[in-house]
């Protein structure tokens, strides 16, 4: 079977990037592993599926530069081109003419209005079915030949009959996402068949994932959710802070902060250095108003032991574990506490470090932090610069977002901008 163009993932950046390449004119076909599109898009945002978010642009001179913050890669820039062309305005007005208006929550986060992930694959399958669009099913593709004359593209696919079955195209989109979410398809297949083309690779590692961290009293914090301030360390060095809900599980540290810094400790894991997690459990407070709060506390309370002094402030599960880390008994009267023993509390409250041993498996986390390399692609099309007529969109390629709908829009942004620079190529 032959089509202008054919497109490799029936994920975000793939939907994206066939209802706009169809909408211009260009015989368009989807080649999916799974029996149904979009089914990682299924799987997001807690079953409600965060489209975009907002938050970053709001109120900003130049919103793709503000949106540019929160990308990262081997090339800090590659995204501006990408984002400039298509950026949240453009994601919102596109969903609305598709028939999935958008609604907003907390934070700037954008979801359908009706809160359910399954809209966003229902808008889609009847955005393909009206456009006549070509979707191929339950095909999984093996290999992807290349050659000087028409057509360009080979693709051999295996169906769910284990018949193979061959496509061409002129064309070809690879729309095939990370490492994340396997078991929704995206297995990182097309690493491989990028490779092939002759692409380089930059070491994928998950992203927006929970901590692993060396602790003795990892068990007795396990279910504790706290509001605070959390710092990543790199051989003794702060890299990146986050503030917001830190949960405390039996393998380490996760919630909100956490995800946001797990990229960070993953590329410098890989790297071979030294991390830590540094805990802030009083971030409103410097370090001399924590001082002064606890001396007023123990003097307000000096009859009371050190444990019970703590009663009202700290999570009761906390309180033995911080006691313990400081080496202080916990039945010690305020009135008896040393002021050397002070100051170690102290410091432990604005700073609880945990070594970080590893990040949770891909299989854990929502992003991938790596895939094919940037410099080997056009900024402003995304084709490829060793493969002409092969574009690439989404989590393949070596981009990655922060936490709140930040790689969905990266997913839109590149499927959009592609199959426009297909167009203008086709149509000049």
């Known amino acids: 079977m032959h089509h202008q163009l054919i497109i ?7 939907l994206m990037a066939a209802v706009t390449a169809r ?7 989807i080649l999916e592993s799974n029996g149904r599109i979009g089914k990682k898009i299924g799987m997001t945002g807690d079953g409600r599926c965060n489209i975009t978010n907002d938050s970053t642009v709001t109120g900003a001179d130049d919103e793709a530069a503000a949106l540019l913050r929160k990308y990262y890669g081997s090339q800090a820039e590659f995204p501006l081109p990408v984002l400039k062309q298509f950026g949240i305005r453009q994601t919102i007005d596109t969903f609305n ?4 208006p958008l609604t907003r929550l907390k934070e700037g986060l954008l979801y359908p209005m009706s809160l359910q992930a399954a809209s966003v694959l229902d808008i889609f399958e009847l955005a393909l079915e009206e456009r006549n669009v070509s979707v191929y099913l339950n095909n999984k593709v093996l290999d992807v030949t290349v050659s000087t004359e028409h057509p360009r593209f080979k693709i051999t696919c295996r169906t769910e009959t284990e018949e193979q079955v061959v496509y061409t195209s002129e064309y070809l989109f690879l729309c095939t996402g990370g490492l994340t979410g396997q078991n929704a398809g995206t297995d990182g297949s097309g690493y491989a068949l990028a490779q092939r083309m002759g692409h380089t690779l930059v070491k994928p590692v998950p992203a927006i994932v929970q901590l692993q961290v060396q602790y003795p009293h990892l068990k007795a914090l396990s279910g504790i959710k706290l509001q605070g301030r959390a710092h990543i360390l790199v051989n003794g ?23 946001q810094l797990g990229r960070t400790a993953a590329v410098h894991l890989a790297r071979g250095d030294s991390v830590t997690v540094s805990v802030d459990l ?3 407070r410097t370090q001399e108003e924590v001082k002064q709060f606890l001396e007023m506390n123990w003097g307000t309370f000096a009859h009371r032991s050190v444990a019970e002094s703590f009663t009202g402030f700290l999570h009761k599960k906390l309180i033995p574990v911080l006691l313990k880390e400081a080496k202080i008994d916990p039945n010690l009267l305020c009135q008896d506490f ?12 604005k700073r ?4 970080v041993t590893d990040t949770r498996s891909f299989e854990n986390a929502q992003a991938t932090a790596g895939g094919i390399a940037t410099k080997e692609l056009v900024a402003d099309t995304l084709e490829s610069k060793l493969v002409p007529g092969l574009y690439l969109a989404g989590e393949v390629m ?24 297909l167009g203008k190529r086709i149509f000049r």
């Open 97 to 100: 003419v598709l028939g999935l």
């Open 338 to 349: 040393s002021w050397k023993t002070k100051g170690i509390f102290n410091k432990i409250l």
């Open 237 to 259: 060095e702060v890299v990146r802070s986050e503030t917001g809900e830190i949960h405390f599980a039996e393998y380490g540290l996760s919630g909100p902060p956490i995800l």
């Open 282 to 284: 009083m971030p409103s």
């Open 352 to 355: 609880w470090d945990f070594k």
């Open 8 to 14: 490799i993932g029936a994920g975000a950046s793939g």
């Open 398 to 421: 070596d981009v990655d977002g922060d936490f709140g709908g930040y790689n969905l829009q990266w997913a839109w942004s590149s499927g959009y901008v592609a199959a426009m620079a």
């Open 23 to 29: 909408d211009l004119g260009i015989d368009t076909a």
